[in-house]
Structure formats: structure tokens, C-alpha cells
């Protein structure tokens, strides 16, 4: 009796503020992962089970024909593999690249480190627009290039001021004493900076990845569809644009969309969901770098 | 944002002495200024030069002949757009859309927040923390597919709804009205979890010692998340609000792209989407970046003015 008094309501030995939280996380909980579950339940039911019955929560039967013919078609099989190759190479390019500026112009003595800098504090808030920048990548001669995929979106300039305020607090004493040891900055940078700078490459690379693996729109302009990285492939599929005749899949009318456009999310579902889990603390990480550090 | 911004004001301070040339200056740190110049190369040509693109606002442009080979045409864009009623839907669609997300988006992020922060459990945290920055990590391509599986007119709800319960199907996606709501309630399924990551942040750096003396004077769970945590995070919130603030001709141009159509223009149809129509469509370059070049002036207007009303209640502007 005198336990009631102390938890009233207890269940489960929980109270009923605790458990309305539970109840009220559950149901978060559920909103946020079952469209992910729900999908990749499409994916796998064959349709003839997914049009036999009018309501599915879950998988009905297991198949992996949507995926064979999904790697079975050259033109999605090369829409994947530009996907793999844009977000490694690109992010690559875009983390090195960031990493080195943020690195240089965040040193005290360099004179014009801050004026640099300001720049790209401009195209956080100010844009020139769709058809100005496609104009822009047009006359670089990159349109129709992989490199229209990777090059014009490479340095985002909030990538940059994190990585900047990152390195802003680098010890400089290592620096210094370095420099007594007769390095020069090149060598400083590879052999000091960027070997103890785990925790902002990662969050880079997380930030950039999960940017140009999910990229779609730009690529749907920049390049012709021989180039198009698979997000578009999925965009071209759902907008009932199909593509059929392009795409070249041998009896594609046969192929039961609901379920075929369901194993191309899947595709690009996966593997977020595969290494999310080993970047989830730099993601986290991240995120916070770039709101409270400094 | 704003405090990544204001750090590197800070660490600018310690200059090298003044007295060598500034050629010298990039002699000597040649290295550093070689490892900058393809970040500044690429911001300056793709962020920049487009601003001078913005000229084609004042042309008639035609591809063919180039910026300098249109012709002048003054406001005449500007008067265009102006006298076309869908820019004005458009706008209003803009501000309604990306208003109403603000008003839900954010809220619905504190509290996601102040739930998790209740969990003590750290793997039950971890589990759902997980679940809700999914939405996030995935394209707005793969968002669309997802909504339109559960919210299409054949989709999982309205499938239940016929088969079960009998009821008549609901249009989610091509009703105009539905359709607002859709968009507005998946800015927050795929936002709040990433916003309710910055609150986690700053409700760990709270003094536990407030708690404390919360508990002795007798509080309650609920009296201490009011008094100490909300107090505690208002900062946070206060700077995301205002950064928001900003955006708010910004209605969310991908995600609008991928799951609008026709049918829902009424209530859908946004800045961007009706500058792209306008291009792409009509082949009308200079209305098109008239309308582009109308949205940044607002949404410029809308960052000054919180920046310098921040400034003068003393929060510190954006910038």
C-alpha cells in the first residue's frame, strides 16, 4: 500500500507520465519506420500476391525477381553504378577540397583568410537562381559530363564555415613546434592535420555522401539520361514518365511497376540504411559541429 | 549557423606583422593559399557568377544569342510577372506552405526532443533517436515513393479505408486541399528528427545542478522540463526560428518537384515550380529569372530584417 503512494499508478514500474511517454515515442516510433518497412515489404512480395488481397501491412510471400531485374537491365545497372560512382568519387573530392580550405583559411596569419572566407558566407542566403546557374555550368562545357554530377555542387559553403570553425580551434602550439622542426605547411597539413582529423572528415564525408547519393534534380537537367544517376531513373519511374523504350528493359510492360519502383527505393534505401549505423556518432556529431561549435 | 559564422570572426584576430607587402605575404604562405583555391574557385564560379546570370531578368533572352546579344527590355519582366496571376498563387502558396511547415516542423521537433530526453533507457533512446533521422538520410525521390505506396488511391490507407471500413477513398495527392497538408506533415516526418538532434545538444549542456534544486524545491517532472529544459534549449530555438525566418519564400522546392502534379497547382504550385514551368515550358528565360530574382529580394529583405532586429535586441545578428 504505501508503494501506491510513492508511484501512483505504477505499471510495468513505470508511471503513467512515463508511460504516456513510451506510448507517445511507440507511436513516433512507428510514423517514422514504417514507410521504410513498408517499401522494402513491396519490394519483396511478389505483386500476384500484392493485387490478390486489397490490404497488405507487411510482406505477403518473398521474391527477389524485382531486384535480378533491376541488375538484369544494363541501363539500371549503369544508373546504380554512375549513383556509386558520383557519391565516392564526389564525395571524395568534395571532403578533400572542403578539408583544405577550411584548413588553410581558418590559420591566424594568413592575411586574407578572413576576406575568403566571407564568401562563401553569401551563398548561404543568396542564390542566382535555376536558370542563371545552368546557364553558368552550361558554359563551363561540362553539361552532358560526369563531371556536370560532381563539380558544381562540390564545396557547399555550410560545409565549409563548419570545417573552418573546425580547424579554428586546432591547437596552434602543434603547428608551431612543427615549424621549429622545419615542416612546411604542405607537410603539416598531410602528415599532422589531416591524420588527427577523423571526427570532421566523417562528418564531411556523411554530409556530402548522403548529398550526392540522394541528389536528383540536378542531374535530371545536367546530364542525358545515358549519365543519369539511379534517383533520377526512380523520379522518371514514379512520375509515370516511364521510360520504357529508353531504359530498354526487355518486356518492361510486364514488369509490375508498384513492386519494380518499390525495389529501386529499395536499392537506394539500403545502403543509407547499412551505414547509417557506422556514421550514426558523426552524423550526430555533425550536426552539432555545425550549430554550436565555436 | 550563425555560430560557426561568428567563429571565424573571433579567430581572425592574430594578423602577421603588417609591414611586408601583401605579395610577400602570399609568397610566403603560398602553400595555404594553393590549398584554398579550388573551394574558393568553385563558390566563386558557381555561386557567384550566376549572380551575374541575373542580368537575364532585365532581357529578353534567348539562348541563341547570349546575355549581351538579347535584347534590353527594362522591368518589362518584372511587370509581367506581376500581371500573372499564377506568380501571385505562387507566392502565396510559398509563404503558406512554408509557414504552416514552421508552425508544425518546429514544435513537433522540441518535443520530440523533450521526449527523448525523458528516456533513460540509452538503447531505447538510441533505437528510436535512429528512427527518427531516417527520413532525413533518404532522397526526397525515395520520400515520394514511400507516401505515394501508403498515400496514393490505391495506396495502403485508402486500401484499408474501402476494404475494411468501407469508407470512400481520400485523394491525398491530386486534392488540393489534402495535398497541403501531405506536404506540410512529411516536411516534419523528415525534418523533425534532424532538428531534435540540436535540441538533445543543447539540453546536455543544462546544468544538472538546476535539476537539483528543481527536485528539492519539490518539482515535478513536468515543472522541471517547463522551468529548467525549455529555458534552457529557448536559445536553440530562438536561432533556428530566426534563421527560418529566411526561408520563408523557400517553401521546399525538391520535395514540392517530386510529389506535386496538375491537379494540385492550386495549392501546390510554388515559386520555383512556376519558374521552372516557365522556362521549360514556355522557353520565357527573362520572366523566369524575374520571378527567381523577386524571390531572393524577399527572402534577402526577410534575413536582413531578423538580421538587424536580432541585432537590436542584442541576440547577435545571423551574420
Known amino acids: ?294 | 549557423m550563425n555560430v560557426a559564422q561568428e567563429n571565424f570572426r573571433q579567430n581572425q584576430t592574430t594578423l602577421d606583422k603588417p609591414k611586408c607587402s601583401a605579395l610577400d605575404h602570399v609568397r610566403q604562405n603560398s602553400t595555404l593559399y594553393l590549398m584554398a583555391i579550388p573551394a574558393v574557385l568553385s563558390i566563386i564560379v558557381f555561386s557567384y557568377l550566376p549572380l551575374f546570370g541575373l542580368s537575364i531578368a532585365f532581357l529578353d533572352f534567348s539562348p541563341f544569342r547570349g546575355i549581351l546579344g538579347s535584347e534590353w527590355v527594362g522591368t518589362a519582366n518584372f511587370a509581367d510577372a506581376f500581371n500573372n496571376p499564377f506568380f501571385w498563387a505562387a507566392l502565396r502558396n510559398s509563404f503558406i506552405i512554408s509557414t504552416l511547415k514552421l508552425m508544425i516542423t518546429f514544435p513537433s521537433a522540441v518535443i520530440l526532443a523533450l521526449l527523448l530526453n525523458e528516456v533513460r533507457k540509452r538503447w531505447l533512446k538510441v533505437v528510436i533517436q535512429t528512427s527518427t533521422m531516417l527520413p532525413f538520410l533518404v532522397s526526397w525521390v525515395v520520400a515520394g515513393a514511400m507516401f505515394r505506396a501508403i498515400l496514393g488511391t490505391d495506396g495502403l490507407v485508402n486500401s484499408v479505408g474501402t476494404s475494411l471500413f468501407n469508407t470512400d477513398p481520400i485523394a491525398f495527392l491530386s486534392d488540393p486541399q489534402p495535398f497541403r497538408w501531405v506536404l506540410i506533415l512529411q516536411d516534419t516526418w523528415k525534418y523533425a528528427g534532424y532538428f531534435a538532434v540540436l535540441y538533445l545538444a543543447a539540453m546536455a549542456t543544462i546544468d544538472p545542478n538546476l535539476y537539483e534544486a528543481a527536485e528539492v524545491d519539490g518539482a515535478s517532472r513536468w515543472q522541471q522540463t517547463v522551468h529548467v529544459t525549455l529555458p534552457g534549449i529557448s536559445n536553440t530555438m530562438i536561432t533556428i526560428l530566426l534563421i527560418s525566418v529566411g526561408y520563408l519564400v523557400a517553401a521546399g522546392f525538391e520535395q514540392v518537384y517530386v510529389m506535386y502534379n496538375v491537379s494540385v497547382y492550386e495549392t501546390a504550385d510554388i515559386l520555383e515550380t512556376f519558374t521552372l514551368r516557365l522556362a521549360l515550358s514556355q522557353g520565357n528565360y527573362g520572366l523566369a529569372t524575374a520571378v527567381g530574382l523577386v524571390q531572393g529580394a524577399i527572402s534577402l529583405t526577410l534575413v536582413l530584417i531578423v538580421h538587424f532586429t536580432a541585432k537590436r535586441l542584442g541576440r547577435g545578428g545571423l551574420f
Open chain 1, 1 to 294: 500500500m504505501t508503494n501506491i503512494t510513492l508511484k501512483p499508478h505504477a505499471i510495468f514500474g513505470l508511471t503513467s507520465g512515463q508511460l504516456l511517454i513510451r506510448l507517445a515515442l511507440l507511436v513516433i516510433f512507428a510514423l517514422c519506420a514504417y514507410p521504410f518497412f513498408y517499401i522494402l515489404s513491396l519490394a519483396v512480395m511478389p505483386y500476384e500476391n500484392f493485387i490478390s488481397s486489397p490490404v497488405h501491412f507487411g510482406p505477403n510471400g518473398f521474391t527477389l525477381e524485382y531486384f535480378q531485374q533491376i541488375f538484369g537491365s544494363a541501363n539500371l545497372q549503369r544508373a546504380f553504378t554512375i549513383s556509386v560512382f558520383k557519391t565516392i568519387m564526389g564525395t571524395g573530392l568534395s571532403v578533400v577540397t572542403t578539408v583544405m580550405a577550411g584548413w588553410a583559411l581558418s590559420r591566424p596569419g594568413l592575411k586574407y583568410g578572413r576576406l575568403l572566407s566571407a564568401l562563401f558566407i553569401v551563398p548561404l542566403y543568396v542564390g542566382g537562381g535555376l536558370i542563371p546557374y545552368f546557364l553558368v555550368i552550361r558554359a563551363t562545357g561540362m553539361l552532358n559530363t560526369f563531371w556536370a554530377l560532381i563539380i558544381p555542387s562540390m564545396v557547399w559553403p555550410f560545409n565549409f564555415l563548419i570545417a573552418r570553425a573546425y580547424f579554428a580551434n586546432f591547437p596552434q602550439e602543434i603547428v608551431e613546434a612543427a615549424k621549429v622542426d622545419g615542416a612546411s605547411n604542405l607537410m603539416i597539413f598531410k602528415d599532422i592535420v589531416w591524420p588527427t582529423s577523423t571526427p570532421i572528415i566523417a562528418t564531411l564525408a556523411v554530409l556530402y555522401g548522403v548529398g550526392h547519393w540522394n541528389d536528383y534534380f540536378w542531374p535530371s537537367f545536367l546530364v542525358q539520361p545515358d549519365l543519369y544517376p539511379i534517383t533520377v531513373v526512380l523520379q522518371n519511374l514514379i512520375s509515370g514518365n516511364v521510360m520504357a523504350s529508353r531504359l530498354g528493359v526487355s518486356g518492361f510492360q510486364s514488369v509490375s511497376p508498384q513492386s519494380f519502383i518499390a525495389a529501386v527505393a529499395a536499392v537506394l534505401i539500403i545502403p543509407v540504411l547499412v551505414a547509417y549505423p557506422l556514421f550514426q556518432r558523426y552524423v550526430v556529431k555533425g550536426i552539432l559541429v555545425g550549430s554550436l561549435k565555436g
